[in-house]
């Protein structure tokens, strides 16, 4: 243990490559020494909270890490439970969406008021894949999570695009004005659900939520102005029921959703930091009294069960 403390010491400041080759020439033949130098580095948090002036926080980054690291900006224990979190929270996402396309289909091949949109019988298949993944036991990684992610908005982004396009063109091939009006309507609609959805249900700075959200609140525009740019139908009846501009739905969706996102995720951080005390993680409250209260914890270092008392 002398043994395991002194290369500890030596290697605890070291980039990732330089504290490789330190492990490789000072623990050759001492898998052990090795195998508990390691625990101790992974079990060491280093991070630094960042926090400005509204006492906001703005990222987390540890000093300590090479840059080029895809983790470098997060503590290894806030990655883990940011993984098991953002897991949880695409499973569900996932599950909402897969279920919502497949009553929509299921409506749409009962009734014949309903046309059937078969571009939802591609995007069925990839979210059921997409959920697979999610729910297996392999582990995943931060980066392999946000692919995810972005593999599941982007179906359904592209379902409601297409959509979108299909019934305002058809409304205006047959001169519906009604269902023209009807079908700028939803599409406004679906995408503020949607963009409302994802901010309550992914875990994101708010920052990130901002940089995707307001892009995709832009779509709705960008196919409403192309469809009137191409056909002078739709231009006229649109610029008659310009009923949006007063509220913009989809931009106040964002608004609301970035907000949500951004105190979802202080609020992640406060927790993370009243969990975490010097090297001890905090578990269940035992007991409190007039001076304190005393909580369940364990050592991350000797991974031993223990108490603390804390004194107000």
């Known amino acids: 243990y002398a043994q395991v403390k002194q290369i500890f010491h030596a290697v605890v400041d070291l980039p990732s490559n330089e504290r490789n080759e330190y492990l490789n020439q000072h623990c050759a033949g001492r898998d052990d020494v090795r195998s ?5 580095l992974l079990h060491h948090d280093p991070a630094t909270i960042v926090v400005d002036s509204g006492s906001v926080v703005t990222h987390i980054v540890d000093h300590r890490v090479e840059q080029d690291d895809a983790l470098a900006h997060l503590s290894p224990s806030f990655v883990a439970e940011l993984l098991e979190l953002l897991r949880v929270r695409l499973v569900g996402l996932a599950s909402l969406l897969l279920a919502a396309m497949v009553v929509s289909l299921l409506v749409t091949l009962i009734s014949p008021a309903f046309r059937v949109q078969w571009n939802q019988i591609g995007v069925i298949p990839a979210l059921l ?3 697979i993944c999610l729910r297996g036991r392999w582990s995943l990684s931060l980066v392999q999570m946000r692919c995810l992610e972005a593999v599941i908005m982007t179906t359904v982004c592209v ?3 297409t959509g979108d396009v299909y019934e305002m063109m058809r409304a205006s091939d047959e001169r519906n004005i009604p269902d023209l009006v009807g079908a700028s309507t939803w599409s406004f609609m679906r995408w503020s659900v949607l ?3 994802y901010g309550l249900f992914v875990p994101n700075a708010g920052k990130r939520a901002a940089m995707i959200l307001f892009p995709v609140a832009m ?8 469809v ?3 056909d002078p139908l739709v231009d006229a009846v649109l610029t008659e029921w310009a009923y949006d501009r007063p509220l913009p739905m989809p931009f106040f969706a964002a608004a609301a959703a970035v907000y949500a ?3 979802f995720f202080t ?3 406060a927790t993370y930091r009243a969990r975490h005390f010097a090297q001890y993680r905090l578990g269940r409250l035992l007991g409190k009294g007039g001076m304190g209260e005393v909580y369940e914890a364990r050592h991350n270092l000797l991974k031993r069960s223990c108490a603390i008392k804390l004194i107000r």
């Open 261 to 263: 996102s951004h105190l």
């Open 159 to 161: 379902l409601l695009t």
């Open 228 to 230: 009137r740019w191409g």
């Open 129 to 131: 894949a997409c959920l």
């Open 267 to 269: 609020n992640r951080i």
């Open 195 to 197: 963009i409302l959805v």
């Open 36 to 40: 508990e130098v390691e625990t101790l």
């Open 219 to 226: 779509v709705p525009y960008a196919i409403r102005y192309a």
